[in-house]
């Protein structure tokens, strides 16, 4: 069983930066985990936001956020990060860590393919 804990979240004023964190533990992650940040703001549908694979050569990233977020991973402490820069109102969310093992071409945007997920860190962003 794979646990993952969020942190980082909380309030910021538009254009400002937050760096969340993605820590994981039950196991030691492989080549065959990928890890994902998605998002679901009040009202809406969970979005998917990015993803990186095990050794973090590959990602994938929702247009929306390209340019302005960066994802990262230390497997040596088990903690994927994303770190948040250029934030917008419509960033605001609960910003969720997932962890699936699949072997694709390049991290997928599809949520079924992660079976672990963390609780969740609100960010929210003040125009």
């Known amino acids: 069983q794979v646990q993952l804990v969020e942190s980082g979240g909380g309030l910021v004023q538009a254009r400002g930066s937050l760096r969340l964190s993605c820590a994981a533990s039950?196991?030691?992650?492989?080549?065959?985990?990928?890890v994902g940040w998605f998002r679901q703001a009040p009202g809406k549908e969970r979005e998917f936001v990015v993803a990186?694979?095990?050794?973090?050569?590959?990602?994938t990233y929702a247009d929306s956020v390209k340019g302005r977020f960066t994802i990262s991973r230390d497997n040596a402490k088990n903690t994927v990060y994303l770190q948040m820069n250029s934030l917008k109102p419509e960033d605001t969310a609960v910003y969720y860590c997932?962890?699936?093992?699949?072997?694709?071409?390049?991290?997928?945007?599809?949520?079924?393919?992660?079976?672990?997920w963390g609780q969740g860190t609100q960010v929210t962003v003040s125009s």
């Open positions: 039950g196991r030691t992650f492989d080549r065959y985990d990928n």
């Open positions: 997932a962890a699936g093992r699949y072997v694709l071409p390049r991290p997928t945007t599809t949520s079924t393919a992660y079976t672990y």
């Open positions: 990186i694979n095990w050794s973090g050569s590959m990602t």
